[in-house]
């Protein structure tokens, strides 16, 4: 099946550092979306990507849709304590009617 | 407010019982999906529907069952078939299968011993 590989695993960052990951894919996909879950709870959609190249932000959160169509990028610019949790990113194309998911990678935010 | 809700939040059951997991949405969705997830690892789908009447198994269907009797209630049940149940299961709707942004309840955590 697909398989979605995300990097890194996880960081260990110092609050106002910017963050960097990457969600690469051996198929092609159509939707990137990008989500964000807190321990114990459902995660949260953070931003969604339909076109090959898009670049989209939400407040400090930017994602690409890589031009390939095999990958998608998040940063998160001047890091806050709240924006500790994992991040997973999520691909579909169409015909297959389901999201494949990353493993996702943990951000903690060193005090 | 519009969301989905589940419930318990968290439920113990014992070995070889049948448990029901709560799966409600009140934001007009058409379509509803359950998915297991594991310490250090993503989301599995188990089970999903398009409408009502109508569930199609995902990747790891074996072992639990689903209803669909009415748009905005997508029910789990975790049978004694299930080998490993205990997890965090999550139910998720979107508008419908071609609009694929998903939205998450708060999930439920089972512990089966």
């Known amino acids: 099946g697909q398989q979605l590989n995300q990097s890194p695993q996880s960081m260990f960052i110092q609050e106002g550092e910017d963050v960097s990951m990457n969600c690469t894919s051996s198929?092609?996909?159509?939707?990137w979306l990008w989500y964000k879950q807190e321990p114990g709870e459902g995660p949260v959609l953070l931003i969604a990507?339909?076109?090959?190249?898009e670049l989209t932000s939400n407040g400090r959160l930017t994602a690409q849709f890589g031009i390939t169509r095999k990958d998608s990028f998040l940063n998160i610019s001047a890091s806050i304590p709240s924006d500790v949790g994992i991040y997973f990113c999520?691909?579909?194309?169409?015909?297959?009617?389901?999201?494949?998911f990353g493993t996702g990678t943990r951000l903690t935010i060193i005090p | 407010d519009g969301g989905i809700t589940q419930s318990p939040k968290y439920l113990f059951r014992k070995e070889g019982q049948n448990v029901t997991l709560s799966c409600e949405q009140n934001?007009?969705?058409?379509?509803m999906y359950w998915y297991r997830q594991d310490p250090g690892q993503g989301l599995r789908l188990i089970y999903y529907?398009?409408?009502?009447?109508?569930?199609q198994k995902g990747d790891i269907a074996e072992g639990y069952s689903v209803s669909r009797e009415k748009k905005e209630s997508f029910p789990l049940t975790v049978t004694s078939a299930q080998k490993n149940p205990t997890a965090f299961y999550l139910c998720?709707?979107?508008?419908?299968?071609?609009?694929?942004?998903?939205?998450f309840g708060p999930g439920t955590r089972l512990t089966v011993t």
């Open positions: 998720a709707s979107s508008i419908d299968l071609v609009r694929y942004e998903q939205y």
């Open positions: 198929s092609i996909f159509n939707t």
């Open positions: 529907s398009q409408i009502v009447n109508d569930f």
């Open positions: 990507l339909y076109k090959a190249g």
């Open positions: 934001l007009n969705h058409d379509a």
């Open positions: 999520a691909g579909y194309n169409f015909g297959n009617e389901k999201l494949t």
